[in-house]
């Protein structure tokens, strides 16, 4: 039986906004880096996200071969 495909659930907004912030405030408040703190915010979310989402998997023995 195989496992459906479930989507990773995508961080909203807020989240985003407040990674963003979270790395601003740790890179020294620079000023000029809003986008690249938003893309690296977005991307670590997906990241928590997929793993958070992510079905643990049982490992099987090898699939039986087809005469």
Do not use: F
């Not at 670590?44 to 997929?50: E, K, N, S, T, V």
């Amino acid at each position: 039986m195989k496992t459906p495909i479930v989507p990773t659930p995508e961080p909203t907004e807020a989240e985003i906004q407040h990674e963003a912030y979270l790395l601003w405030l740790e890179s020294g408040r620079q000023p000029g880096r809003d986008l690249e703190n938003w893309l690296a915010a977005k991307e670590l979310l997906r990241h928590r996200h997929g793993r958070a989402s992510a079905p643990r998997r049982r490992r099987s023995a090898a699939p039986a071969t087809l005469n």
